[in-house]
Structure formats: C-alpha cells, structure tokens
C-alpha cells in the first residue's frame, strides 16, 4: 500500500495489472475479478477496480500492459472470460457493446485504431 492519499483522494493497493481502491461507499464502476482478453488470449487477469460518483480514473502505465483492453472490456469490445462489471448498481458484463453505450457513459477512441489515412 502507497503512503498517504492526498486530501480528497482514496489510497489505491497496486499489484501488477490489477488496482483495488480502498474506501467504501458504494462505486459507479466496479469491476470484480475481470479476466478478458482477445479470442483466447487473456491480457486482464482477476482485475479488480473500483471508482464512485464524482472521482475521475487516470490509467496510466507502459506500452502493452493492458490499458486499452481495459477500456474496451469495460465497454464491451473484447472478450470477457471471467468476473463481474457493474454500473451504477446494474450489472452489465453479459450486456451486448451497444447496450453499454446506450447508457453513454463511457467512450473509447484508441489512436492505435484510428485510421488518419
């Protein structure tokens, strides 16, 4: 666990891929033991993320450690082989891409998939 979070912050428990936040009231995304990836391949393994209302999530880290993945599992462009997504109280894992979006929420553009061509 790192030092002291700042005021106004929550202290985050960081173990490789997977950040848990410490805090407790209830979170307007939780993700709960996610594992996803692309066909069979995993790159999320027992994920674990949680931010309320009002708080603003930066995910930062080098090339390759699954950042994208993590947003695009969120909104539902990759495989989910395991664990829970839930929004606002609802659970939404099983949810089709489409559904995800209709509740605007969360958008993802990759500049690695744009095409500027």
């Not at 936040?21 to 209830?26: K, N, P, V, Y």
């Not at 599992?73 to 995800?100: N, Q, V």
Request: hydrophobic share 35%; with cysteine.
């Amino acid at each position: 666990m790192p030092g002291k979070a700042l005021k106004g912050t929550r202290a985050f428990a960081t173990t490789g891929a997977r950040t848990i936040a410490t805090g407790g009231t209830q979170a307007l995304l939780d993700l709960r033991k996610v594992c996803a990836g692309y066909g069979p391949a995993r790159v999320l393994h027992d994920m674990e993320l949680s931010v309320r209302r009002g708080e603003t999530l930066v995910v930062i880290g080098r090339n390759g450690v699954g950042k994208t993945t993590l947003i695009e599992t969120i909104i539902g462009l990759t495989t989910h082989h395991s664990g829970e997504i839930w929004f606002d109280g609802k659970r939404i894992d099983a949810e089709p891409a489409h559904r995800r979006n209709r509740s605007a929420w969360v958008g993802c553009r990759s500049s690695a998939r744009s095409s500027s061509r």
